[in-house]
T-cell receptor, first 113, second 114 residues
Framework: NAGVTQTPKFQVLKTGQSMTLQCAQD?????MSWYRQDPGMGLRLIHY???????DQGEVPNGYNVSRSTTEDFPLRLLSAAPSQTSVYFC????????????FGQGTRLTVV | DAKTTQPPSMDCAEGRAANLPCNHS???????VYWYRQIHSQGPQYIIH???NNETNEMASLIITEDRKSSTLILPHATLRDTAVYYC???????????????FGTGTQLKVEL
């Protein structure tokens, strides 16, 4: 049981480049989320999804797009990377509407130069 | 979701109990208290959660005051591997649209020493 898998683990981008951070979960969880963590700070919510085909914005959505075509996958797209997007990105999933814990991936460390 | 206040850092001797406080004075009736920890910038790990009763699992105990305005996470016998940042989060019910979103503060850096 892999849980929540994020790829890649590390990435360096040049300003203006685009890329997709991948997140997959094999637990059949309904809810998935993306967070970013800047040095010395807690995690901040970027986007979230309550099910396939349904997404919504979190606290810091600007510069990021998401889609949820399947239950398992929730990719995060940076259309035009900026140095301010240098951060560690975490994907999380929650089983369903009953209050249960969130499972987090191991993170993607992104540097934009 | 209600905001939480935690001390920025705490130290604990190995083998002793670590008691991590959290203030959540604006918590509402349907909001749960969750605790997560983050070790060496890995993904956060769930520890425990509760609504109003005290809770215990294999990792920790959670004590919530009767007025629910504060709580304490207790690691009964801290080890070096418990050194981490501990986050106290107040989370609404998914049924009311709040449960999918976790609001992290800066947490408490717990350092367990020999």
């Amino acid at each position: 049981n892999a849980g929540v898998t994020q790829t890649p683990k590390f990435q360096v981008l040049k300003t203006g480049q685009s890329m997709t951070l991948q997140c997959a979960q094999d637990m059949n969880h309904e809810y998935m989320s993306w967070y970013r963590q800047d040095p010395g700070m807690g995690l901040r919510l970027i986007h979230y999804s309550v099910g396939a085909g349904i997404t919504d914005q979190g606290e810091v959505p600007n510069g990021y797009n998401v889609s949820r075509s399947t239950t398992e996958d929730f990719p995060l797209r940076l259309l035009s990377a900026a140095p301010s997007q240098t951060s560690v990105y975490f994907c999380a999933s929650i089983k369903d509407r009953v209050n249960t814990e969130a499972f987090f991936g191991q993170g993607t460390r992104l540097t934009v130069v | 979701d209600a905001k939480t206040t935690q001390p920025p850092s705490m130290d604990c001797a190995e083998g002793r109990a670590a008691n991590l406080p959290c203030n959540h004075s604006t918590i509402s009736g349907n909001e749960y208290v969750y605790w997560y920890r983050q070790i060496h910038s890995q993904g956060p790990q769930y520890i425990i959660h509760g609504l109003k009763n005290n809770e215990t699992n294999e990792m920790a105990s959670l004590i919530i005051t009767e007025d629910r305005k504060s709580s304490t996470l207790i690691l009964p016998h801290a080890t070096l591997r418990d050194t981490a940042v501990y986050y106290c989060i107040v989370r609404g019910s998914i049924l009311t649209g709040g449960g999918n979103k976790l609001t992290f503060g800066t947490g408490t850096q717990l350092k367990v020493e020999l």
